[in-house]
């Protein structure tokens, strides 16, 4: 069993920053691929950024590529989400998830665990 704690969400202006962190307690940290998804309202879950269990791997959607960073430091059980040059658009429930083994990486259905999600709000 994995716990996820997510923070550093809040309300920001457009071409703003942003930090998230997710502490995760539990079994062994290093053993998952990380994940940030988001969804905003009305709207499907949706995948943002992963990184692999020794962090030299990271995915992104296209939406973020160039303006958003992730990273991990297994020694503090932790995955950073840096957000930069935040839009209106980017405006959603930020949630980490921890996947073990096998399932597309940009799949919510391929992850074990997920946090509570914290709220990042963008405005214009």
């Known amino acids: 069993q994995v716990q996820l704690v997510e923070s550093g969400g809040g309300l920001v202006q457009a071409g703003g920053s942003l930090r998230l962190s997710c502490v995760a307690s539990g079994r062994t940290f290093s053993d998952y691929m990380m994940g940030w998804f988001r969804q905003a309202p009305g709207k499907e879950r949706e995948f943002v950024a992963a990184i692999n269990w020794s962090a030299d791997k990271t995915y992104y959607a296209d939406s973020v590529k160039g303006r958003f960073t992730i990273s991990r430091d297994n020694a503090k059980n932790t995955v950073y989400f840096q957000m930069n040059s935040l839009k209106p658009e980017d405006t959603a429930v930020y949630y980490c998830?921890?996947?073990?083994?096998?399932?597309?990486?940009?799949?919510?259905?391929?992850?074990?665990?997920w946090g509570q999600g914290t709220q990042v709000t963008v405005s214009s």
């Open positions: 998830a921890a996947k073990l083994h096998g399932g597309l990486i940009s799949a919510p259905t391929s992850y074990n665990y």
